[in-house]
């Protein structure tokens, strides 16, 4: 009895191993993403991965999903979120890239680096980009745009924050507040009213000066 208690031991929890993936992915890239090192990073015996993932390739798809149904799914949110005016819809979306918890833009990159070693991954990637993109664009449609401008002002929006983000910018916080209103106005042509901008600097717990 003792020795099968020894055997199986504790093994984590299926969420534990994909958090030390994702963490692992982060810090190092998806080579670091490993049996291994990940149950040595949890503490874990080796054994005790197969509880949760059939293998490694099973683990690198949970982690894809992870990305996808977060920075994709919650952009789609985003962008499909009630408003008043164009502007106020995409104050919605900019939500994405002041929250981690709507659009992690640390795994973003991360999983855009993995691409360029894998045409899978590149698949997935491109993929996300046109949903995106569709989106943001459907949302300025919804505001009387045509389709050919919506499309074009969607890239706009959205390219320039994949740019922010391959480029590993940072930026103050009180900065990137600052410019905000100047984005919104040069993406949708409106200029958002201080209610709008209000309701946006309250839901991020930030006080302009």
Known sequence: MENAMSDSGWRGSQEGWLEAAYDALLESGVESVKILPLAKRLNLSRTSFYWFFKDREELLGALIARWRDKNTGNLVKQSEAYAETLAEAM???????VNKELFDSQFEFAVRSWALQSPEIQAEVHEADQTRIEAIGRMFMRFGYDEVPADVRARTTYL?????????????????????????????????????????????????E
């Open 91 to 97: 104050l919605n979306v900019f939500d994405c890239w």
């Open 160 to 208: 320039v924050q994949i740019g922010y983000i391959s480029m590993q910018s940072r930026e103050d916080i009180t900065l990137r507040m600052k410019r905000i209103p100047e984005y919104i106005a040069i993406y949708t042509g409106q200029v958002p009213v201080q209610r709008e901008l209000d309701r946006f600097f309250a839901r991020h717990g930030y006080k302009p």
